[in-house]
Every structure is written in C-alpha cells, then in structure tokens.
C-alpha cells in the first residue's frame, strides 16, 4: 500500500491573490505548511498539486527547493486533478491536506492513514478540529469511481460531498480528542483578515528549525482570544460562499 499526502493549491484567488507565497517569519506560507506536513510519521510521498496555468509554476519551483513532490494538473477539477496525480505516483491512498490549511494537525495525518489500515474505508474524514486544521483521506478506487461517474468538470468546493453524501462509498469518521475540539476557531487562510492572524500565530510561537503544535496554538489562542478575534466573523462570509460556489452532485446519464 502506498499513501500520499497531496496539497492542492494554486495561486490564482479572488479573495486573497497569491496567497502561497505570502511570507511569514520570512517563510511563505505553503512552505511552512510542507514543514508541519513533513512531521507527520506514515506518507513518505508529499506532492502539491497544482495546475497547469503558466502562473503556479512559482509553486513547482516551491517544491522543488523543499524536497517534495510536485503534478501539475487540471485547473477547475481538483478530482480529476487527483486521479491524474495518483496514477502519476502509483498512489493507493491520499491524504488532502489543502493548501489554506497552514496549520493542519500532522498527527492527524496519521490517524487517518491508520483509520485507512484498519478499515480500508473509501472516505476518512475528520471532526471537531479546528476549521482549517482538518485532514481527510481518499481511496483512490473510490475516487477513481467518481471521476469516471461524476459529470460535474468544476470540483473547486465542495468535492468531499461526492464521498460523503452519494450513499456509495464507506466513509469512516475520527473525532478529535477533547482537548482539541474547537470546530468554531477558524484557521483557514481566505481572506486578509485569516493572513493577519496567522501572522499574530507564527509572531508569538515560530521558531525556526522547529513545527509548533495545535495544542500550543490553542493554549495560546486561550490565553489571548483577541487573536481568535481577528479572524472570527469571517466563518458566516465563508460559508455564504462555499454555498453558492460548491460542487452539486451530477452524474453521467
């Protein structure tokens, strides 16, 4: 069995134009996000997925200088995207890690491989974490039964429903531990607004050579929630949008 963590991630946004390579601590922050994936004990495959607009070949050139793998693939279908990847790499299983999720939890990375070793489910998705710390894993038989079902070419938001909601594949949920069950703390860079908190995060707890933990990231949040308050109302604004720009279930006929 062969296990991969992919992170899609492209640098054309709306919201927040190229974002990846917005620096913290002197480091952008898709490379501080390959640093903490890096942590993480089973994948020893790490690729970013990104596409193959001319613009995010800044974000091969990213790879490459930090030792990881890099595909790019198609723009609008991350799925499509995916299958590509995982028959480049003769991958069995993927971890998605996005790339807005700079402080995904890596020891999560690994419940979810181990959750895939057990039950060999389809779909692995985790609960109560952070929003933006949240890994998930994907069968890439069950993936590859989408992407030659699904008629649906755009998968940008939303594809996880086509796992999760279609009643055709096992899908197997880890809950988060109690001390780190925060589902209303956001921790997904979307906006300037998520920028200036990682900033705040990585300001008071970076040090360089060294991943800190999502337990110390809520200690500190903890102890200083006009942090958590930076970012906070962006929650109801993401969502309003993840509504009306996520993927609707379409099969071929």
Known sequence: MK????????????????????????????????????????PKLIALCTTTNPEDEKLADVAERNNI?????????ILRRYMDAA?????????????DDILCDPGYIDKVVEQYVKTHADFIKCEGLPFGAVPCGIK?????KVCEAKAE??????????????????????????????????MSLDYPEDYEFFKEIFN???????????????????????????NKNLQKVYWKRF?????KIKFKK
């Open 87 to 99: 028959m480049e790499y003769n991958v069995d299983f993927i971890v998605n890690v996005d790339g």
């Open 243 to 247: 509504r009306k720009t996520s993927t």
């Open 3 to 42: 296990t991969a963590i992919f992170i899609p991630v492209r640098m054309k946004s709306t919201r927040l134009p190229g974002k990846p390579l917005l620096k913290i601590e002197g480091k952008t922050v898709i490379e501080h996000l390959i640093d903490r994936v890096k942590t993480a004990k089973f």
């Open 153 to 186: 070419s755009n998968t940008e938001t939303g594809w996880g429903t086509y796992f999760t909601d279609t009643e055709m594949f096992n899908v197997e949920v880890i809950q988060a531990e109690k001390d780190l069950r925060h589902p209303e703390i956001r």
């Open 140 to 144: 890439v038989e069950a993936l590859k």
């Open 69 to 77: 793998e890099y595909f790019r693939g198609n723009e609008k279908d």
């Open 204 to 230: 008071r707890l970076y040090k360089s050579g060294k991943v800190f933990t999502l337990r110390e990231v809520l200690t500190l949040l903890k102890e200083n929630p006009k942090i958590e308050d930076i």
